[in-house]
């Protein structure tokens, strides 16, 4: 990055409500500027289906929730050169983790979710992605070198995260996890 290339960005949404990606838009028209220095290559936005090798930088919102997200996860660590937890459920685990409370059994989180505290039209759908026996903040399981908390986290850091890592400068938000 700095390089004059453009830098080749990936976000990814785990287990979260999509407020951060949200936010993400909310750059407006900063997002135009953006666009002239990176490379979108995978994210919810834009219809790719694997994640790609040599990335520059990779937001991620949610927190890690099944073995899907888990694999994807991983495979974002080894491919990227920066990893970004963003938003408070990939930096604490927050709402997602609030199931970590009740069960640390997956029948039992998917009964309570699809069929006790449903409104209406109580089922367990077809397919459920196997879940971890507890959801974890991301730097429980992979080492991530920046955080952007809040929920969600404001436009405004976002972008200033993102404008200084593409300017090869070091945000001051800087990264901790015990899987160093
Ligand atoms: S941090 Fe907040 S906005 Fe972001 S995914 Fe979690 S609940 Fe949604």
């Known amino acids: 990055m700095g390089t004059g290339k453009k830098a080749r960005l990936a976000t990814i ?3 979260g409500c999509s407020g951060c ?3 993400f838009l909310d750059q407006d028209e900063r997002l135009i500027d953006l666009a002239k220095n990176v490379e979108l290559v995978y994210s919810p936005f834009v219809d790719i289906k694997d994640f790609p090798e040599n990335v520059d930088i990779t937001l991620i919102e949610g927190a890690v929730g099944n073995e899907e997200q888990l694999d994807l996860l991983r495979k974002a660590r ?3 050169k920066i990893l970004v937890s963003l938003g408070d459920c990939a930096v604490t685990g927050n709402v997602t983790a609030l199931r970590n409370a009740f069960s640390n059994s997956d029948k039992a989180v998917v009964q309570k979710a699809y069929v006790e505290t449903a409104d209406v039209n109580p089922q367990i759908p077809t397919y459920v992605p ?7 903040a991301l730097h429980e399981t992979v080492r991530v070198d920046y955080f952007i908390p809040g929920c969600p986290p404001s436009a405004d850091l976002i972008n200033s995260v993102l404008t200084e890592l593409l300017s090869g400068r ?3 938000m800087e990264g901790r996890s015990k899987y160093g």
């Open 130 to 136: 196997r879940l971890l026996d507890q959801a974890h």
């Open 13 to 15: 949404w785990l287990s």
């Open 170 to 172: 070091t945000p001051k």
């Open 78 to 80: 080894t491919r990227t």
């Open 21 to 23: 990606h949200m936010s």
